[in-house]
């Protein structure tokens, strides 16, 4: 006997997304953190090392956090060798951004490790569930035009 559909209210599609994400977020974190870094530190290293060369401002707007974070971040990652600066050929007045040798290795681990979280948290998600749930929040963000490549 189908189950009888009970009126949902986008507030409540709201709360269910933001508790979802939280859980998503919490499990991310656990998993990277066996790899010794935080959410955000490796986001940018992965993203530096997919993009290089980056500007600060394109890195900020792709992994979707403050100019003003990703620098404080960034000059940590910098530190810490993970990440340098260069001035860019083209504008001696811009700076990009690159991977070193290590932030390049432990970018494979973390991507590794997000990976098997992504896998451990969706897995009781059939392949028909993941790829509604693509479309849907490709549809939330405006961004349809990356179906083109699936």
Sequence with gaps: M?????????AQVADEFSRTAKVL??????????????????RLVVEV???QPVRLTELALAVGIAQGTASTLVDALVRDGLLERQTSADDRRS??????EQGAALAQDWTAGYELAA?????????????TLVDILRTLSGDQASDAGD
């Design 2 to 10: 189908p189950h009888a559909r009970k009126s949902v209210t986008a």
């Design 25 to 42: 977020v919490r499990h991310f974190n656990e998993r990277l953190g066996e790899h010794g870094v935080s959410t955000p530190r490796s």
């Design 49 to 51: 090392a997919r993009s």
């Design 95 to 100: 700076v990009l951004l690159h991977v070193t």
């Design 119 to 131: 896998e451990e948290l969706f897995r009781p998600l059939t392949f028909e569930q993941m790829s």
